[in-house]
């Protein structure tokens, strides 16, 4: 059973700093891809940050030049360091993984609320 498993969100100050975690497993299948979305309160789902098996990353325009999307390969895991954050990055996080380019699955999230 596949499960992807995050953590570090929490609470923190605008201008602060956060590094969310997704740790993957439970698949025989190589990892295509993996991605951060993030849902804030009374918006849709928006995609933040999405890396590929071969480091290929790309960023939604409103958190390029603060956030950075890197992995682990040998721990199936990847990253999210979130920096300059502001009171519109709060939202609950969720990690998002494409195993051999056609199953994906998604994590239980996590909570990141940014005060001013």
């Known amino acids: 059973q596949v499960q992807l498993v995050e953590s570090g969100g929490g609470l923190v100050q605008a201008g602060g700093s956060l590094r969310l975690s997704c740790a993957a497993s439970?698949?025989?299948?190589?990892?295509?891809?993996m991605a951060w979305y993030r849902r804030a309160p009374g918006k849709q789902r928006e995609l933040v940050a999405t890396?590929?098996?071969?480091?290929?990353?790309g960023y939604a325009e409103s958190v390029k030049g603060r956030f950075t999307i890197s992995r682990d390969n040998a721990k199936n895991t990847v990253y999210l360091q979130m920096n300059s954050l502001r009171p519109d990055d709060t939202a609950v996080y969720y990690c998002?993984?494409?195993?051999?380019?056609?199953?994906?699955?998604w994590g239980q999230g996590t909570q990141v609320t940014v005060s001013s």
């Open positions: 998002h993984a494409i195993y051999a380019s056609r199953y994906a699955y």
């Open positions: 439970g698949s025989r299948f190589s990892i295509t891809a």
């Open positions: 890396i590929t098996s071969g480091d290929s990353t």
